[in-house]
């Protein structure tokens, strides 16, 4: 069974910067066959997608993260990063790692990321 665990969220004021990570666990080589994704959940709002990495390193990014935000990977780690630079207000969400592959989808918990003016 598939497990991610999010870490990094926190508090910081607009223009900061935070760096979020997935660890997954309970396969290996997970990467090489899931593509890993990022999304945030704002409160009274559907969760919507922010970044993803696929197996072959295709990546993608929602255009509200474009040139902010930079999604990455450590192989030997397991890990999915997600860099946020120049945080706003706006970015205040709850943020989750997801896993998904032909016939599989996990999640994580959550990490809860809030930005102050």
């Known amino acids: 069974q598939v497990q991610l665990v999010e870490s990094g969220g926190g508090l910081v004021q607009s223009g900061g910067s935070l760096r979020l990570s997935c660890a997954a666990s309970?396969?290996?080589?997970?990467?090489?066959?899931?593509?890993m994704a990022w999304y945030r959940q704002a409160p009274g709002k559907h969760r919507e997608f922010v970044a993803h990495?696929?197996?072959?390193?295709?990546?993608n990014y929602a255009d509200f993260v474009k040139g902010r935000f930079i999604i990455s990977r450590d192989n030997a780690q397991n890990t999915v990063y997600l860099q946020m630079n120049g945080l706003k207000p706006e970015d205040t969400a709850v943020y989750y790692c997801?896993?998904?592959?032909?016939?599989?989808?996990?999640w994580g918990q959550g990490t809860q990321v809030t930005v102050f003016s």
């Open positions: 309970g396969t290996a080589n997970i990467f090489y066959s899931h593509l």
């Open positions: 997801n896993a998904i592959s032909v016939n599989r989808e996990y």
């Open positions: 990495i696929s197996p072959v390193g295709n990546i």
